[in-house]
């Protein structure tokens, strides 16, 4: 097919091929609740889904709310969740979450982004984990790999978090925004890999500006795509 033009109609192709190929993503953190899934997301920044898995049963035998979790011993905390990293300042996040759920909304975490991010730990990713996966609103989490390919693929320039999911946002309908963020970073991770892009296997190949030349860029150069250009987004 004739490559898409402009960042709309590539997204277009960009969410129908990926539906198709992932078609049944969820989020890979175990959780039982809204409470659970907060924490284990402010567990999994610079972590790997499946180490937070690992620590998450204890911390949630021994904190099974936000209101035994805001009374907890910080050491007790930070001695759980060593192995997820930063384990001092997440720890303290914990608590600090459990304490603003607790005091601030009857112990109910809230669905709006106003409000979550208002909680210690919680920036707008986090945020927009919470309401696309659990609350089923919509929300458009940007990690690392919704960062990359939403650039590779030219449906943004922006390198700022919050304007690519501007940017990504008014591309797709809201009602898409959770999914494509998780098969954003499912294809992130099997296929578009950040050192190696496997283009020749992507099923995107034919509508990705950046087919074939991604794994050639230098970081720099796949950081800054095309300075000076006006926004992909708006194109
Ligand atoms: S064609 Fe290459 S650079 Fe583009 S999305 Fe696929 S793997 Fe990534």
């Known amino acids: 097919m004739a490559r898409p033009r402009g960042a709309r109609a590539r997204a277009e192709v960009v969410t129908y091929r990926l539906a198709?190929?992932?078609?049944?993503?969820?989020?890979?953190?175990?959780?039982?609740?809204?409470?659970?899934?907060?924490?284990?997301?402010?567990?999994?920044a610079q972590c790997t889904d499946e180490r937070v898995?690992?620590?998450?049963?204890?911390?949630?035998?021994?904190?099974?709310?936000?209101?035994?979790?805001?009374?907890?011993?910080?050491?007790?905390?930070?001695?759980?969740?060593?192995?997820?990293?930063?384990?001092?300042?997440?720890?303290?996040?914990?608590?600090?979450?459990?304490?603003?759920?607790?005091?601030?909304?009857?112990?109910?975490?809230?669905?709006?982004v106003d409000d979550l991010v208002t909680l210690p730990g919680v920036g707008r990713k986090t945020a927009n984990v919470l309401r696309s996966v659990w609350f089923d609103e919509p929300g458009l989490p940007v990690d690392t790999h919704v960062t990359r390919l939403s650039r590779l693929l030219r449906l943004t320039s922006e390198t700022d978090a919050v304007r690519i999911e501007h940017d990504l946002g008014g591309l797709v309908e809201p009602s898409e925004w959770g999914r494509l963020s998780l098969r954003l970073i499912e294809h992130g991770r099997r296929v578009c890999i950040a050192r190696r892009p496997q283009c020749g296997a992507c099923l995107l190949a034919d509508t990705c500006p950046s087919a074939g030349r991604a794994g050639s860029l230098s970081p720099r150069a796949r950081a800054v795509t095309r300075p000076g250009r006006a926004s992909a987004a708006r194109s």
């Open 20 to 44: 198709a190929e992932y078609p049944d993503v969820h989020c890979a953190l175990t959780h039982r609740n809204a409470f659970e899934l907060l924490a284990a997301t402010i567990l999994s």
């Open 53 to 112: 898995n690992r620590v998450t049963p204890k911390l949630f035998s021994r904190y099974p709310d936000p209101a035994a979790l805001a009374v907890a011993d910080p050491a007790s905390v930070e001695e759980i969740v060593a192995s997820t990293g930063f384990f001092r300042m997440k720890a303290k996040n914990l608590i600090g979450m459990a304490q603003g759920v607790t005091e601030r909304f009857g112990g109910v975490v809230p669905s709006a």
